[in-house]
């Protein structure tokens, strides 16, 4: 059984010993090889332990298994000793020890004292960290670990060097990544023995093997700790220490942006460490960044790079990555032209599919798809099946964005998935679920992380033309710049990424700050320029003058130059929208042309096809008439031209055109009372709202009025939503006021049917909002008391949408409830006409503002807003600093109307943060001196409509 000696023990054997204690033999006792210690005598006893042991002496007082009762001697000799106890006496032993003693007088180092004991005491060595034990053991290169640790301390550089073995066993074994601590282990030795070249050189290596696995904090303490040796280390060791620490940090530090990078490859030599890995890191993340340009200046530089690598697979593959990124730049392929008999095939597969993306940005779809199916072939032959399915999903990917949704992808996920059945490989392995790891860290608000774990999830996606990735990795960009506030970022991947529903999420949250948004160039893809000209449709109100004036001639050229067409990503209907939303800053040229243009489309619309982007052409048409004089006659026939049309657009273009319609009654009356006398309905309102002789419309509205004053007829197994009642009321204010107050008595039954849909009721509480102003006086107050009743005890509708809204309905009724009760405190105070009604009105707003949703509150401030200013008796400060817009509203119009009675109010109103709130001043405004600091504010404010609002009321008389 193994003994267990101590160390003074062994050190004073091995230390005074050279070779066995047997006369005449010279075998040594240690043998040491390729720097390693193999201790090969084995100790004998002089006196035995145990009584039945070779010359056991029980008189014997000292240590049996100390120093003097040991010998070293040879495998050859050990066993006659031990065996022959007769032939091998003691005296014999002693005078053997006395001799060994006198061969040699040597120093036993710690380091080697240690392996000395691991072998003679039988101890296991023990790895120098848990993780390894497996690999190493199993390479049989524990011992040589075990020593490697114990030399660190007194022979460092003899410790590298046994490191250095370990880890060149490793990286040739399947635990390659095992070998980057033994790699860092030699590094710390190589410092501690003065070697700080040699060491910085293999920590620059191992922070660019780092930096291929993605784990750039590993890096960063590698660049640490070259930094503290700086004054040891060449200049240009100096300046790849300073290359990779840019690299590393790049997607890691928010800070370090892709121009660090390329200056910090300025500086290189080509001579430097790891020049040519800087090279093909700077033109992979240009293009990834889209930073062309950076390519361009440098392209002598990396070809060059790239020319004069040795001609082995690897490099031959670093060759044609960067060749890669220097064509797409340029956008010419010609130096890549017959790949297939210069590279390795995985290179082959990968250039076919980078020019196939590349294709398919710059719309070459059908070559885009020749050119997938070739990487396909040739990636399925070699087994890159991982990259053979995701580019079979590309192929689906680009063909849906220009031949649309029809498109059935069933058989090609079938083949896809089989592929990676039958195996994995790809062009550019995944070190890491980059993915996955980016959404639980969004999810964790942790953002640093899920910026770097996108940073390389693009990375990788790209180079490896991923499209599906690629897209997903710019949708979970937009999500996390969304969530962090970094506004200009999200809109920029969102875009990259076409998620048009997540750019119009976003318009809601974007704070009311002038919006940094400019036209897609012309070279953007088309899916890019199409969501960019979408975005602009949404998010025109807070876009600056001087940025609204670029995407109004972009759009208005972007129309003038492309065909219209329905295809997914055809960019002329999108810039329609844009150059409607910023028509405004447009010139009276684009103004016109884009008049012309649109009437020739709405000209070919009939009741039953309508021309898609009607609501946006009429919206324009409006703007485009304030904006310019000039047109406003011209707008009016082209709105009237759309009311003719007597169906949703007519009933749009009524809606919108109301002001400018009554800016021209002659010209409405010109253009549709023929229209209106035989029939239709949307020309007939137009006239009334038009102001216009209202004669043609009587037909109309006496039919309208006989079919909706009918009592409501319950029918238990219908519900109606949505009632024409509110246009109804409109036609009945032409006729007399026994028909106007029959009417009103048949609205009020309405409201008060509690059988019908609240839908309907608040349309009935809305037609007689609109008659107010024109029933009697003895109709008025009948029909304010009636409602005041109702607001006191309002009812409920006993029918309602039947559809879940729970968390997992599958289909939700987002609209609401109609706020009854607030819209007939609102119809109320437009019928109310004595202070005693005033009062009333005022208590029960009052009561109603308690618990109020954003709804109610809107019909409440209307409420208060009818009231004449001198018979309101509220603090209307306390209003203006409501946390809701309508209250803030409400005090905005009712300070213009006494400015004088809060005179600070107006400047706080005009800093709202709340843009309607800022409208709602504006568009109140006069030309009384009392507004004139105010104006002059509005006038500045950075969205458009609220400063042309206030320019426009600037001439506006006092009511």
């Known amino acids: ?167 060149s066993k490793l990286e040739a074994s399947p635990f390659a990544r095992h070998a980057i601590l033994l790699r860092t282990r030699q590094c710390e030795a190589l410092e501690s023995g003065g070697d700080f070249e040699s060491a910085a050189a293999l920590r620059l290596n191992l922070g660019w093997v780092l930096h291929t696995y993605g784990n750039s904090f590993a890096v960063a303490e590698h660049i640490r700790k070259l930094d503290s040796n700086h004054q040891h280390l060449s200049e240009s060791i100096l300046r790849s220490i300073s290359a990779l620490s840019y690299v590393a940090a790049f997607g890691y530090e928010h800070s370090v942006d892709i121009d660090h990078v390329a200056s910090a490859f300025d500086a290189l030599q080509s001579t430097d460490m790891k020049y040519l890995e800087c090279a093909l890191m700077l033109a992979e993340q240009c293009i990834v960044w889209r930073r062309a340009d950076l390519l361009t200046t440098r392209t002598d530089r990396l070809r060059d790079a790239a020319l004069t690598t040795p001609l082995d697979d690897h490099h031959l593959t670093i060759r044609a990555r960067i060749l890669m990124c220097l064509a797409e730049a340029a956008d010419d392929w010609s130096q890549l032209d017959g790949a297939r008999g210069h590279y390795p095939p995985n290179a082959v597969a990968w250039i076919a599919t980078r020019h196939a993306r590349h294709l398919a940005i710059k719309g070459r779809t059908d070559e885009a798809l020749r050119r997938w199916q070739d990487a396909i072939d040739v990636a399925v032959q070699v087994g890159l099946n991982d990259s053979a399915a995701s580019w079979l999903y590309a192929t689906v990917g680009v063909a849906r964005q220009n031949f649309g949704p029809q498109l059935k992808a069933a058989d090609t996920h079938l083949v896809a998935q089989a592929l990676k059945v039958g195996g994995s490989g790809s062009v550019l392995p995944e070190p890491q679920p980059y993915a996955s790891r980016a959404t639980s860290n969004i999810l964790d608000k942790r953002w640093p992380d899920a910026r770097h774990n996108l940073h390389q999830h693009l990375s990788y996606a790209v180079l490896g033309a991923d499209w599906q990735e690629e897209f997903l990795a710019h949708q979970r960009f937009g999500d996390l710049y969304t969530e962090t506030g970094q506004w200009t970022e999200a809109i920029r991947h969102y875009i990259y990424g076409s998620y048009w529903q997540k750019l119009k999420a976003l318009v809601g949250r974007l704070p009311d700050e002038p919006l940094d948004f400019h036209p897609p160039s012309d070279d953007q893809p088309t899916w890019e320029r199409a969501a960019s000209f979408r975005f602009a449709s949404v998010a025109a109100g807070l876009i600056p003058e001087e940025a609204a004036r670029e995407w109004a001639s972009a759009s208005y050229r972007e129309l003038t130059t492309k065909e219209f067409s329905r295809s997914p990503n055809n960019t002329w209907g999108p810039a329609f929208g844009a150059f409607a939303g910023t028509c405004g800053a447009a010139s009276l040229e684009e103004a016109e042309g884009f008049l012309n243009l649109a009437q020739d489309h709405l000209s070919e619309s009939t009741p039953d096809s309508v021309f898609a982007f009607y609501e946006e052409y009429i919206t324009a048409a409006v703007d485009i008439a304030e904006s310019h004089p000039l047109l406003s006659a011209r707008v009016i026939d082209a709105l009237c031209d759309a009311v003719l049309l007597n169906n949703h657009i007519a009933d749009y273009a009524s809606d919108k055109g109301e002001l400018l319609f009554r800016s021209n009654p002659p010209r409405v009356s010109e253009r549709l009372a023929s229209a209106a006398s035989e029939g239709n309905r949307y020309a007939a309102l137009t006239l009334v709202l038009a102001g216009s002789d209202v004669e043609p419309v009587l037909a109309v509205a006496r039919s309208s009025f006989e079919r909706d004053s009918q009592p409501f007829v319950f029918n238990p197994s219908v519900t109606t939503f949505g009632t024409a009642l509110k246009e109804t009321a409109l036609l009945v204010r032409t006729l007399d006021d026994t028909d106007r107050t029959t009417f009103t008595d048949a609205m009020l039954d309405r409201v008060a049917e509690v059988r019908d849909a609240a839908e309907n009721r608040s349309d009935a509480l809305r037609a007689i909002l609109y008659l107010a102003p024109t029933l009697p006086a003895a109709t008025r107050s009948a029909t304010f008391d009636a409602l005041m009743n ?108 006494a400015p004088s009675q809060w005179p600070d109010l107006g400047v706080k109103l005009a800093k709202d943060p709340e843009p309607a709130v800022r409208y709602a001043l504006a568009s109140s405004l006069n030309d009384s001196p009392e507004h004139d600091e105010v104006r002059h504010l509005l006038q500045a404010d950075h969205r458009r409509l609220i400063a042309r609002t206030a320019r426009a009321q600037a001439g506006r008389p006092r009511a």
């Open 790 to 897: 109702f607001v006191r005890e309002p009812t409920e509708s006993l029918v309602a949408f039947g559809i879940d809204n729970g968390p997992f309905a599958r289909f939700k009724v987002t609209g609401g409830t109609p706020p009854l009760a607030a819209l007939a405190l609102r119809v109320a105070a437009a019928l109310a006409t004595t202070q005693e009604q005033f009062t009333q009105v005022q208590e029960l707003a009052i009561s109603l503002m308690y618990g109020a949703r954003d709804t109610d509150w809107l019909h409440i401030a209307h409420a208060l807003i009818a009231l004449p200013v001198e018979a309101l008796q509220i603090d209307l400060p306390v209003f203006a600093a409501h946390p809701n817009k309508a209250p803030r509203a409400f005090a905005a119009r009712v300070w213009v109307r």
């Open 1 to 167: 059984m193994p003994r267990s000696y101590t160390d003074r023990t062994l050190k004073l054997l091995f230390g005074t010993a050279a070779h066995c204690a047997y006369p005449g033999c010279a075998s040594p006792i240690i043998f040491e090889d390729r720097g390693l210690l193999t201790p090969t005598a084995q100790i004998a006893h002089i006196r035995s332990e145990s009584p039945e042991g070779p010359r056991h002496d029980p008189a014997y007082t000292g240590d049996i298994n100390g120093f003097e009762n040991l010998l070293l001697l040879c495998g050859v000799h050990h066993p006659p000793v031990d065996q022959h106890e007769s032939a091998y006496t003691i005296e014999e032993l002693l005078e053997w020890k006395e001799q060994q003693k006198r061969q040699g007088d040597r120093f036993v180092r710690d380091a080697d004292l240690a392996a000395i004991a691991r072998r003679i005491n039988g101890v296991p060595p023990v790895t120098s960290d848990a993780v390894l034990r497996g690999p190493i053991a199993h390479l049989g290169e524990a011992e040589r670990l075990q020593q490697a640790e114990e030399r660190v301390a007194e022979s460092p550089l003899e410790a590298a060097s046994l490191f250095a073995e370990v880890a």
